[in-house]
């Protein structure tokens, strides 16, 4: 047995469980979208105007929104994402700590608007990008592999 605990995230596995998220919301934003034009068609003279009207700002912000409290809600209750646990990966404060609702909203806050500071991990000590050094966090390998068999993400980091 060998364990990748504890070390610092490498940005191709933080970058393809951000791709899992990614994908995850976009369905979520796909059926949500789809629920709503059928409800839409069933209420169609009594919601059209007031559908029309708030399907711009909602097709605009509301994956925004949807992301945020994604990300937000699975980093303060679990420390990972869906994605993130599939790559073995959680985030915690710098000094080990979960963290926290406060934190993880200021982290997804930021990821959202700083998603191109993921260019600093390679740079970085502790592999941190700019959310991470805004909010304090840092991502690290969070499982035990069995050295025998291969590692389910190809040995990538």
Known sequence: ????????????????AFVVDGLIILTIVLVSLA????I??????????ASRDISGP??????????????AGFWSLTGRTPGMALFGLRVTR????????????LRAV???FLAWGIVWCPVDRRGQALH????GSVVVYA???????PSPTGGLR
Do not use: C, W
């Open 1 to 16: 047995m060998t364990t990748d605990e504890g070390h610092y995230a490498g940005v191709v596995s933080r970058g393809a």
């Open 110 to 112: 930021a990821l959202t």
């Open 143 to 149: 499982r035990v592999t069995d050295s025998s068999s």
């Open 35 to 38: 629920g709503l034009q059928l």
């Open 94 to 105: 710098t000094a080990g700590q979960p963290l926290g609702l406060l934190r993880a909203l």
């Open 40 to 49: 839409g068609e069933i209420l169609a003279g009594v919601v059209s105007r």
């Open 58 to 71: 909602l097709l605009l912000f509301g994956p925004l929104v949807l992301f945020i409290f994604y990300n």
């Open 132 to 135: 991470d050094k805004v909010a």
